[in-house]
């Protein structure tokens, strides 16, 4: 029987669905409505504010101009928010460390921290002292608010005109901001973090905090930080009895402490005292008649020597010391692997080739890393001058390597079956629409690892990173001590991921040991101010780890010794000395690398400039490799010369081997107790014979002239 009421119930649920849509086209129709009268009523009220006539272009570029400063005020804040990452850590803890640091010898090179017995508080300051200071660095420091607009606009005026830099435009803050948090790199984006960061201690500290901040924290030359420390480095005296003229010299220390470090270049401090004084009366902190006994009477500082610290090695090494004693004693003396004797070969070699040939090849920067097996590092240059950048470019500059990054890539080739004598193609190849050249822009055909690597064809790594993949690659560098993460792209076996200086010479120390790891370090003892031992390197530490196979390490040594003497790094050689490594030169000749080793040390070399710009065609196989061997021929000088694995010693001809060489600086020609060291009488053995021969040759020029001028007579 047919129910009566489905038919109803279907009619029902029609009709709930009819008025159920009705509803909702009736919400959307009143939405629009409403929508379209409520934007009618803005746009009638905005109206009255159109611009009309003249006015409407200056009130376009009005709100183009707030969009787009909007815009780039949101941007400046995503570049600076890692910066702020800095304040969340102690930074304050700097101030409770005081360190001296010891040569490998024992020998004092320096210190950092600040030192707490030469701490005074702000009011306890000569008012002369922090009148120069402001004066000079930041004549409005208690009137911005971190940032000088005025003085900033100011600078950029007289620059300017002096079509140069005269003046800076960084506030105290700013440069507070920079010795707190930042590096010395001039960079845009180290700019934008110093002006945030500048703010940040302006609506966190007080002026005064700021100002005493500055003065204790900067670096004054000599080794010293803040003016207490520089009081006595260079006066002898506690900063609350310096007389005006020797305020004026330290303040002005601020701009380029090692240019004008009066232990080192006393007219230049001077000059610049002198300018002080004259800021002191154009801020109108002083008058002329104050002043004149100081212009008159100049300060003098204490007798030092004229010795250069090694301020980039105590910055990396400091470092160091924060990390391994966190806690606890503060006040540490700290025994370092430096040996002075190679940092200041290393310090010659490098300001010899950037003054000899830096212009020609349009190059202003250079770095040195030398470590020996252990991986001591023995020297360490961070750049160029200290004074004028303390940005550290062997540990802290992240560069492209090159070609000195392919020893890598073969390595991972001879652990998957290669040998040096493997055959390679040398032909075109792709990845994707990424075609690879050689420097040449010629191709070999068939040849083998060894002329590969000898040559630094580009195509061969690339072909062999598509057989055994890019991945192996970056863990193989990871594996022999690079630390830098690194980026694995298509054009990683060529070296395009970068690393530091330090991390290249500790990789190619792999090599050099036969495939032992190394660890890098700079401190091998820390002790308390009154010597109780607080950490040791040996007994933290456990034997070197291997990571590569012998029969690899020995055969990538033998390839890169090849290098050395028959490719790239022809001009790295030296008698008498088995030397390996490897060349780099990176796209449109931005960086040069020479990385080499002996059986004594691994020593990297990296020129360049600090804003990415190119050289006039410097390769690795020039400058740096003749900058590697200036230094590593004094480093070889007087010590066991040790074979590299497989390579058995080359013997040295003694016509080619310089006087000099066995004269380095810092060496002793006594050994034992008043004897003459073996090489110290071979050494003047050969100077006795040649001497012997410039006298003989003397006599017969001598006899030769005699002859001459009788001739003459009797023709007269």
Same mark, same amino acid.
């Given at each position: 029987?047919?129910?009566?009421?489905?038919?109803?119930?279907?009619?029902?649920? @029609? &009709?709930? %669905? @009819?008025?159920?849509?009705?509803?909702?086209?009736? &919400?959307?129709?009143?939405?629009?409505?409403?929508?379209?009268?409520?934007?009618?009523?803005?746009? +009638?009220?905005?109206?009255?504010?159109?611009?009309?006539?003249?006015?409407?272009?200056?009130?376009?570029?009005?709100?183009?101009?707030?969009?787009?400063?909007?815009?780039?005020?949101?941007?400046?804040?995503?570049?600076? $928010?890692?910066?702020?990452?800095?304040?969340?850590?102690?930074?304050?803890?700097?101030?409770?460390?005081?360190?001296? &640091?010891?040569?490998?010898?024992?020998?004092? /090179?320096?210190?950092?921290?600040?030192?707490?017995?030469?701490?005074?508080?702000?009011?306890?300051?000569?008012?002369?002292?922090?009148?120069?200071?402001?004066?000079?660095?930041?004549?409005?420091?208690?009137?911005?608010?971190?940032?000088?607009?005025?003085?900033?606009?100011?600078?950029?005026?007289?620059?300017?005109?002096?079509?140069?830099?005269?003046?800076?435009?960084?506030?105290?803050? !700013?440069?507070?901001?920079?010795?707190?948090?930042?590096?010395?790199?001039?960079?845009?984006?180290?700019?934008?973090?110093?002006?945030?960061?500048?703010?940040?201690?302006?609506?966190?500290?007080?002026?005064?905090?700021?100002?005493?901040?500055? +003065?204790?924290?900067?670096?004054?030359?000599?080794?010293?930080?803040?003016? =207490?420390?520089?009081?006595? &480095?260079?006066?002898?005296?506690?900063?609350?009895?310096?007389?005006?003229?020797?305020?004026?010299?330290?303040?002005?220390?601020?701009?380029?402490?090692?240019?004008?470090?009066?232990?080192?270049?006393?007219?230049?401090?001077?000059?610049?005292?002198?300018?002080?004084?004259?800021?002191?009366?154009?801020?109108?902190?002083?008058?002329?008649?104050?002043?004149?006994?100081?212009?008159?009477?100049?300060?003098?500082?204490?007798?030092?020597? %004229?010795?250069?610290?090694?301020?980039?090695?105590?910055?990396?090494?400091?470092?160091?010391?924060?990390?391994?004693?966190?806690?606890?004693?503060?006040?540490? $003396?700290?025994?370092?692997?430096?040996?002075?004797?190679?940092?200041?070969?290393?310090?010659?070699?490098?300001?010899?080739?950037?003054?000899?040939?830096?212009?020609?090849?349009?190059?202003?920067?250079?770095?040195?890393?030398?470590?020996?097996?252990? =991986?001591?590092?023995?020297?360490?240059?961070? =750049?160029?001058?200290?004074?004028?950048?303390?940005?550290?470019?062997?540990?802290?500059?992240?560069?492209?390597?090159?070609?000195?990054?392919?020893?890598?890539?073969?390595?991972?080739?001879?652990?998957?079956?290669?040998?040096?004598?493997?055959?390679?193609?040398?032909?075109?190849?792709?990845?994707?629409?990424?075609?690879?050249?050689?420097?040449?822009?010629?191709?070999?055909?068939?040849?083998?690892?060894?002329?590969?690597?000898?040559?630094?064809?580009?195509?061969?790594?690339?072909?062999?990173?598509?057989?055994?993949?890019?991945?192996?690659?970056?863990?193989?560098?990871?594996?022999?001590?690079? !630390?830098?993460?690194?980026?694995?792209?298509?054009?990683?076996?060529?070296?395009?991921?970068?690393?530091? $200086?330090?991390?290249?010479?500790?990789?190619?120390?792999?090599?050099?040991?036969?495939?032992?790891?190394?660890?890098?370090?700079?401190?091998?003892?820390?002790?308390?101010?009154?010597?109780?031992?607080?950490?040791?390197?040996?007994?933290?530490?456990?034997?070197?780890?291997?990571?590569?196979?012998?029969?690899?390490?020995?055969?990538?040594?033998?390839?890169?010794?090849?290098?050395?003497?028959?490719?790239?790094?022809?001009?790295?050689?030296?008698?008498?000395?088995?030397?390996?490594?490897?060349?780099?030169?990176?796209?449109?000749?931005?960086?040069?690398?020479?990385?080499?080793?002996?059986?004594?040390?691994?020593?990297?070399?990296?020129?360049?400039?600090?804003?990415?710009?190119?050289?006039?065609?410097?390769?690795?196989?020039?400058?740096?490799?003749?900058?590697?061997?200036?230094?590593?021929?004094?480093?070889? %000088?007087?010590?066991?010369?040790?074979?590299?694995?497989?390579?058995?010693?080359?013997?040295?001809?003694?016509?080619?081997?310089? /006087?000099?060489?066995?004269?380095?600086?810092?060496?002793? @020609?006594?050994?034992?107790?008043?004897?003459?060291?073996?090489?110290?009488?071979?050494?003047?053995?050969? $100077?006795?014979?040649?001497?012997?021969?410039?006298?003989? %040759?003397?006599?017969?020029?001598?006899?030769?002239?005699?002859?001459?001028?009788?001739?003459?007579?009797?023709?007269?």
């Amino acid at each position: 029987m047919r129910d009566p009421f489905s038919s109803k119930k279907k009619s029902w649920r @029609l &009709f709930r %669905a @009819l008025e159920v849509d009705s509803a909702i086209d009736t &919400f959307f129709f009143e939405l629009g409505q409403s929508s379209g009268m409520a934007w009618e009523r803005i746009t +009638l009220f905005f109206r009255r504010f159109h611009a009309t006539g003249w006015k409407r272009p200056f009130f376009e570029l009005l709100s183009e101009g707030f969009t787009l400063g909007v815009a780039g005020a949101l941007l400046l804040v995503a570049l600076a $928010v890692p910066a702020f990452d800095a304040v969340t850590k102690n930074w304050r803890s700097q101030a409770d460390y005081s360190v001296t &640091f010891l040569d490998r010898y024992g020998n004092e /090179i320096g210190k950092r921290g600040v030192l707490q017995e030469v701490q005074f508080g702000l009011d306890q300051l000569p008012d002369h002292l922090i009148q120069a200071v402001l004066a000079t660095e930041d004549r409005r420091f208690f009137e911005h608010f971190g940032i000088d607009v005025v003085g900033t606009f100011r600078a950029l005026v007289e620059n300017a005109k002096a079509g140069g830099v005269v003046q800076g435009g960084s506030s105290i803050t !700013q440069q507070l901001a920079k010795n707190l948090f930042l590096s010395n790199e001039r960079t845009l984006e180290r700019k934008i973090k110093e002006a945030y960061l500048a703010m940040w201690l302006e609506a966190n500290l007080t002026k005064r905090e700021i100002l005493k901040l500055y +003065l204790d924290r900067a670096y004054m030359g000599g080794g010293a930080f803040g003016v =207490g420390a520089a009081s006595q &480095f260079y006066f002898g005296k506690p900063v609350t009895d310096l007389r005006l003229e020797e305020s004026a010299m330290l303040a002005g220390l601020f701009k380029a402490p090692t240019r004008y470090a009066p232990h080192i270049n006393l007219p230049a401090a001077r000059a610049r005292a002198n300018v002080v004084l004259t800021n002191l009366v154009q801020g109108g902190f002083m008058t002329e008649g104050q002043v004149i006994g100081a212009r008159r009477h100049p300060a003098t500082p204490i007798s030092r020597a %004229a010795t250069a610290s090694p301020d980039y090695f105590l910055d990396w090494a400091f470092q160091q010391v924060k990390r391994l004693v966190p806690t606890g004693e503060r006040n540490l $003396v700290a025994r370092t692997t430096l040996d002075m004797r190679l940092q200041r070969a290393a310090e010659l070699a490098v300001e010899s080739s950037l003054r000899e040939s830096g212009t020609a090849y349009g190059v202003k920067q250079a770095a040195l890393v030398s470590m020996d097996m252990s =991986g001591a590092v023995r020297a360490m240059v961070g =750049g160029r001058d200290y004074g004028v950048s303390t940005f550290n470019r062997a540990t802290n500059a992240l560069r492209q390597p090159g070609s000195s990054f392919k020893p890598y890539t073969y390595a991972v080739a001879l652990e998957n079956g290669y040998t040096p004598a493997s055959i390679v193609v040398d032909a075109p190849v792709s990845i994707g629409n990424w075609s690879p050249q050689n420097y040449s822009r010629r191709y070999r055909g068939r040849v083998t690892l060894m002329t590969a690597l000898t040559k630094s064809i580009n195509t061969i790594p690339v072909r062999l990173s598509i057989g055994f993949g890019r991945q192996p690659i970056a863990d193989m560098a990871a594996r022999l001590g690079v !630390q830098t993460p690194i980026r694995v792209t298509r054009s990683l076996p060529l070296g395009t991921s970068e690393v530091t $200086v330090l991390d290249q010479a500790t990789g190619y120390a792999a090599f050099a040991s036969g495939g032992y790891k190394v660890r890098p370090h700079g401190v091998t003892r820390i002790l308390s101010n009154e010597g109780e031992p607080i950490w040791d390197f040996n007994r933290a530490n456990g034997p070197p780890e291997r990571v590569l196979d012998e029969e690899v390490a020995l055969n990538m040594v033998q390839m890169m010794h090849n290098v050395a003497e028959n490719g790239t790094g022809r001009r790295a050689r030296i008698p008498g000395v088995s030397v390996a490594g490897k060349t780099g030169t990176t796209q449109a000749y931005r960086d040069a690398w020479f990385v080499g080793y002996t059986g004594n040390f691994s020593t990297a070399v990296w020129l360049g400039n600090d804003n990415f710009t190119s050289t006039r065609r410097l390769t690795g196989g020039n400058l740096p490799a003749m900058t590697w061997q200036k230094y590593m021929r004094v480093a070889e %000088a007087n010590i066991e010369r040790k074979p590299l694995p497989g390579i058995p010693l080359p013997a040295i001809p003694d016509e080619e081997v310089p /006087i000099a060489e066995g004269l380095a600086e810092g060496e002793d @020609l006594i050994a034992g107790s008043g004897r003459l060291a073996p090489e110290t009488e071979s050494l003047l053995d050969r $100077v006795e014979q040649r001497a012997k021969s410039a006298d003989h %040759a003397a006599s017969s020029l001598k006899r030769e002239a005699s002859v001459v001028s009788e001739s003459r007579l009797a023709t007269q």
